[in-house]
């Protein structure tokens, strides 16, 4: 049995699926949430929806007896939960991380990388807001601090070390997380999230990307450097051009900022996307974006640019993005995103041959036989 534990259930409907597809009945999920009714999720007697108490709980003992592999969906994990973990997983059962990129790039960021520019950086910046302490307490909340701290710290380190295998999008995500901690020996075990059948080709009579329109960044958070893109795409001039901007989710304060920026740098070029829509609508409201923007320096939004790439689109990442790399490596035909971009950059249209070889590179990285692949491997750990 495979114990899946995660705090998002928006994956759930297709992993699922490939687990019940490739290994059947042999799968537990657990979903941590404060939410009374899970939506995404299919509902079945191996699923459940559980609190943050569940670590505590004789369940969490009781699915860790049965489990021959422990599969955490992101470390999102407390230092209370990560010493549960620590305490009750049997030493011969192996765990996988499998990591989403915020649980692990703080680490990366302690280490030195930068994610975020300078003029996002600026804007993000709010106010300090004191709190004042009396003085005779302020020896004691540092100690308390500083203890809290270290005890995380060595929680955190003895669970990296615990870790038997780790899944990302890119493995330069985890060659350099092998860099920045000695004590992460860890295997690279790939765990795809979705596939080009199941969600990157999503919806109704899709057509490829070929438009004159903009997809800019794919959510409210500063690492998609909206800023910096806009003012580079302002001083161009978008006549006639549309820039389409998700900002669903993510920072609701950062939101508002990049709205009204949004409406300085492009007019009525810019238009921002605030609400959730169903997959197959987002799709179509983009189809007129044949040229995708994506700003980040870290790995983010692998699922808009392999769609976009599957679609025929022209996809500009920062040349430094690990996506960027991985995927020229293999052969993907992407351009850099700079300063130095120019209106016939976006209005080239992207060579037909180097279309059709994206699309042929994806099916193979992206199949759903391959996510079966990967989950069969998975399921041959432990016991």
């Given at each position: ?15 699922q ?17 404060y ?13 459940e929806?559980?609190?943050s ?18 599969i955490?969906h ?21 765990i ?23 003029e ?25 601090a ?42 690279f ?15 109704d ?9 903009i ?77 995708l ?45 700079s ?45």
């Open positions: 049995m495979i114990l899946n534990i995660a705090p998002d259930e928006k994956f759930l409907p297709f992993l699926g490939l687990f019940e597809e490739a290994s059947p009945g042999e799968s537990l999920w657990r979903v941590i949430t939410k009374p009714k899970l939506n995404f999720a299919v509902q079945s007697d191996s699923m929806a559980v609190s108490g569940y670590f505590r709980s004789e369940k969490f003992k009781m699915d860790l007896q049965v489990a021959k592999c422990v955490f992101s470390l999102f994990l407390s230092s209370r939960q990560k010493l549960m973990v620590l305490l009750h997983t049997p030493k011969t059962t192996p996988v991380w499998r990591g989403w990129g915020y649980d692990y790039y703080d680490i990366l960021q302690a280490n030195g990388l930068r994610v975020i520019l300078p996002t950086s600026s804007l993000i910046k709010t106010q300090d807001i004191s709190v004042r302490v009396p003085v005779r307490q302020i020896p004691k909340e540092i100690l308390k500083i203890f809290s701290i270290t005890l995380g710290r060595f929680i955190n380190n003895k669970l990296i070390a615990r870790i038997n295998y780790f899944s990302c999008c890119v493995y330069d995500d985890f060659e350099a997380l092998q860099s920045a901690m000695p004590n992460f020996k860890a295997q075990l790939p765990l795809n999230y979705y596939s080009t059948e199941d969600v990157l080709l999503s919806g009579n899709l057509q490829d990307l070929t438009g004159h329109d997809l800019l960044g794919n959510s409210a958070i500063a690492t998609n450097n909206h800023i910096e893109a806009m003012r580079v795409l302002g001083k161009l001039g978008m006549h006639g051009r549309k820039v389409v901007v998700p900002l669903s989710y993510g920072d609701m304060k950062y939101q508002e900022k990049i709205i009204q920026e949004g409406h300085k740098l492009l007019g009525e070029s810019f238009i921002p996307l605030t609400n959730y829509m169903p997959l197959p609508e987002y799709n179509q409201t983009v189809s007129n974006c044949g040229n923007i994506m700003n980040h320096i870290r790995q983010q939004a692998m699922g808009n640019i392999s769609s976009a790439l599957m679609r025929g689109g022209k996809v500009f990442l920062r040349a430094e993005n690990p996506i960027y790399k991985y995927y020229t490596r293999m052969g993907v035909k992407l351009f850099p995103f300063d130095d971009i120019t209106i016939a950059d976006l209005d080239a249209q992207l060579n037909k041959d180097d279309a059709y070889r994206n699309k042929e590179i994806l099916m193979k990285i992206w199949s759903r036989t391959q996510g079966i692949k990967q989950v069969k491997a998975i399921s041959l750990l432990g016991k």
